[in-house]
Nanobody, 124 residues
Framework: QVQLVESGGGLVQAGGSLRLSCAVS????????VAWFRQAPGKEREFVAA????????YYADSVKGRFTISRDNSKNAISLQVNSLKPEDTAVYYC?????????????????WGQGTQVTVSS
């Protein structure tokens, strides 16, 4: 089993920044991909960014490229998401996800482990 705990969400003005963190524990040696998704009220959960656990490859949704950066903190066994130049449309609950299988990194169905989510609210 793998446990994921997110932190770092909050209220920020448009143009501001936040750093979201996901603490990863348990059978981390089995992981292949970790990712961030988000879900706005009344909308489906959508892919934001992903990273291979044991490699340097990263992937981003077009809507966040150039503004968000996913990275792994090896010393803390954590995954971070630096979110810059925030827009009101970035408002959502952000979820950390992980999978031990090789499946499509942008699909919610590919991930068997999920955190509880952290709220990000961007005011205009």
């Amino acid at each position: 089993q793998v446990q994921l705990v997110e932190s770092g969400g909050g209220l920020v003005q448009a143009g501001g920044s936040l750093r979201l963190s996901c603490a990863v524990s348990g059978r981390t040696f089995s992981l292949y991909t970790v990712a961030w998704f988000r879900q706005a009220p009344g909308k489906e959960r959508e892919f934001v960014a992903a990273a291979r656990w044991a490699e340097s490859s990263t992937y981003y949704a077009d809507s966040v490229k150039g503004r968000f950066t996913i990275s792994r903190d090896n010393s803390k066994n954590a995954i971070s998401l630096q979110v810059n130049s925030l827009k009101p449309e970035d408002t959502a609950v952000y979820y950390c996800a992980a999978t031990a299988t090789l499946r499509g990194y942008s699909l919610t169905s590919s991930y068997e482990y999920w955190g509880q989510g952290t709220q990000v609210t961007v005011s205009s």
